[in-house]
């Protein structure tokens, strides 16, 4: 389809614009020369219109599906991310011929890239004693240049050299947006997000050498086909995910559709336009050929597994305070230290303003050719993998997010609810969420709310004396095993052998599951 179209229409609807208004001795010298141009102009107009139209239409029934409430049933959701998927490919047929913007993704990290990419370092002033090599399981990575000690610091940003989001909105065609665009003034994230997309479409950006380094793809579920989803049952992140899915759909779809407007804009007549402001992304790096869901889901990928903190230079915490806010940043080169677990290690990258640069310093010591790596965080495995397309295979802090509700047709769900808020619960809430995780000795493996939850179902009437009661005890106990026996069911061998991102999650969370049920079936036993 469209085959007849120049790859890249809307530059070449630039160029022959550019004929047409130069009033040069050369064009007045060639009046054919200006025919010509307006003729190409007008042509290449017509044959984009019938795809800017299917591309609107779609635009506007996406809208539609992404900003109603989420349906919290799993087979709905399935559904309805199918649905998601399929009009989103479609739109992304259609851009295909008004731009080559995921050709451009797909063909990142070239030959040279890394060399380019360090002398970008260098003019920039960052300073490492660390060199950047390439494993094929984990991407980029920081090797120790010498022997260090515990503290050093082996890398410094300054800021000049860190993208962040007072640079975002300085950015032309994207200053109006962010003095009125709700979603912006709540998202902090999607700001330096569209800065990338935008950095991405510019060739000549100053910024090139950094984002011409960055993968061309992730092991997300944003970049997750139909059947990678479906490896992911039965895990809670699979829902979980779906939910991620969606949100980044409707944040795209909302944005194209502004960008749709301003199209709409310039098709508008004369007189319709007098008195109105133009749309917010009119005029902006944006058009409805280049701002695809490829290029977007990519951008918010870059900033969900590489994002870092940093001060403001203008934006306070409030109106009254002169403290700074803290904004979201990319910090090039520190950004390539991969995650290891140190134990309760204090020392994390952070920002000096004493000396206005992002530092790495180490949490242990390292020789010589051995890799630098940071802790990220204390996160579960699902947290990894979603937003960080990774799953760390020894992770002391990961837990099991266990969902259970109430049936909503049982007679008694008001007074079940209602001690349910006794714990602090919402009482318009029917689903409960409880984390398991692997204790050490003696210790219970879950809070003692999911206790009192499963005491709570399995009463009735669900009243203070009946739920204290042992009977009761011992009905929660084989209602929880039972329960999460069934769960295990589906984490069958094929899912968990392996050692792709999903295999190791799927594998974590059925050790989980069955140190809970050997604890329960201990407990049982000792009644």
Known sequence: MGDHLPKEPSISIAFFKTLITEKNSQNRAHPDRFFIASTIVNMISQDKEPIEKEISSIVAELLQTVFKQTNPNPAEMWNEHKFIREKLGRISELQASLSDTDIGLSAKRGPGALEEFMAWCDRKGIYRSVEVTEDPKMGYQLIAMEDHNAGDIVVT???????????????????????????????????????????????DSSWAPYINILPSSFDTPLFFSLQQFEDLRPSPLFEEALNHYRSIARQFTYYLSIIDDSVNFDKRKK???????????????????????????????????????????????????????????????????????????????????????????????????????????????????????????????????????????????????????????????????????????????????????????????????IIESDDSLNKGLQFLETRLTLILRGYTKSKVEGESNTNILLRQEKEILEHVVTYIQGWKARL
């Open 157 to 203: 940003v300054p800021r000049n050299a860190i993208f962040c989001l007072d640079q975002v909105k300085k950015l032309p065609g994207l200053r109006k947006l962010f003095l009125h665009d709700p979603m912006l003034a709540k998202m902090d994230n999607v700001g330096l997000a569209l800065g990338v997309c935008a950095l991405q479409l510019k060739d």
């Open 271 to 465: 007189e319709d336009k007098q008195g109105k402001q133009p749309p917010l992304l009119y005029d902006g790096p944006f058009n409805i050929g280049n701002f695809t869901f490829g290029l977007y889901r990519w951008s918010v990928s870059v900033v969900c597994t590489r994002i870092n903190q940093l001060p403001s230079e203008y934006e306070k915490i409030d109106n009254k305070s002169k403290v700074p806010k803290q904004i979201p940043c990319l910090m090039p080169l520190l950004d390539m230290a991969n995650h290891s677990f140190v134990e309760e290690s204090p020392i994390r990258p952070g920002y000096s303003d004493m000396k206005d640069v992002a530092v790495l310093p180490l949490n242990s010591s390292v020789r010589k050719g051995l890799p630098v790596t940071i802790v990220y965080g204390r996160r579960t495995t699902s947290d990894f993998f979603l937003m960080n397309a990774f799953s760390p295979v020894v992770n002391p802090y990961n837990m099991y997010k266990l969902r259970i509700g109430l049936t909503k047709s049982d007679r008694f769900i008001n007074d079940r609810i209602s001690q349910m808020s006794k714990l602090g619960y919402n009482n318009l809430n029917t689903v409960y969420s409880f984390n398991l995780f692997i204790s050490k000795e003696g210790e219970m493996p879950f809070d003692e709310s999911l206790v009192r939850f499963s005491r709570v179902f399995m009463s009735n009437p669900p009243i203070d004396e």
